[in-house]
């Protein structure tokens, strides 16, 4: 029992010691690879089709006008080159889901440059580009999240203000035949 203990005792000491070895054997960092010019961009999405890989940055604002175009970049094998231009509204967030295997993006249109309350809209893979799938009503929306409960499939959104409020509802929508309507709003102040 005694040399159990002794020789557990001595496993730990040993594993202490080689831990921070572990460690900095293990070091890694980022290094610049890419540099992609973009305008007041505010979120990088990431997300794959197929063996492909893709980044859609949200483009806001070029000084001038958030009426601009968020750009999505393909992989080539050595760097991301643009693939596509999506026109936007002071665009703050796109996000990615896929759904009966087709793929999707939707956008937070956030400001047109005279109303917040503008439509975000949703566009839908369409094997060879992404198409204008469902345009939504938002208010000054700043992020989309989709996820899904008991097989159904539902997006929410964050509306930030309408242009007079902040206290606004942010809504949840449901996928019903292949459109997106609104389930249930939920308060966020
Ligand atoms: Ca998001």
Do not use: C
Request: proline fraction near 2%; glycine fraction near 4%; hydrophobic fraction near 40%.
């Amino acid at each position: 029992m005694k040399k159990i203990v002794t020789h557990l005792g001595l496993s730990i000491i040993l594993l202490l010691w080689l831990q921070p070895k572990i460690v900095r054997s293990n070091e890694q960092t980022f290094q610049d690879i890419q540099t992609i010019a973009t305008n007041g961009s505010t979120n990088w999405e990431f997300f794959t089709i197929g063996n492909n890989s893709y980044l859609i940055v949200a483009n806001q604002y070029n000084d001038s006008s958030r009426n601009i175009n968020s750009k999505i970049y393909k992989w080539n094998g050595a760097s991301f080159v643009e693939f596509q231009i999506i026109p936007t509204n002071g665009a703050v967030d796109w996000q990615f889901f896929t759904m009966d295997s087709n793929s999707y993006l939707v956008v937070a249109n956030n400001h047109n440059d005279s109303s917040l309350n503008i439509n975000s809209k949703i566009y839908k893979w369409n094997g060879a580009s992404f198409v204008e799938f469902q345009t939504i009503p938002t208010n000054g929306a700043a992020d989309w999240e989709y996820f899904t409960v008991d097989n159904n499939s539902y997006l929410v959104v964050a509306n930030q203000q309408n242009g007079s409020s902040y206290n606004i509802d942010s809504k949840i929508y449901k996928i019903y035949e292949l459109s997106f309507y609104t389930y249930m709003p939920v308060i966020i102040k």
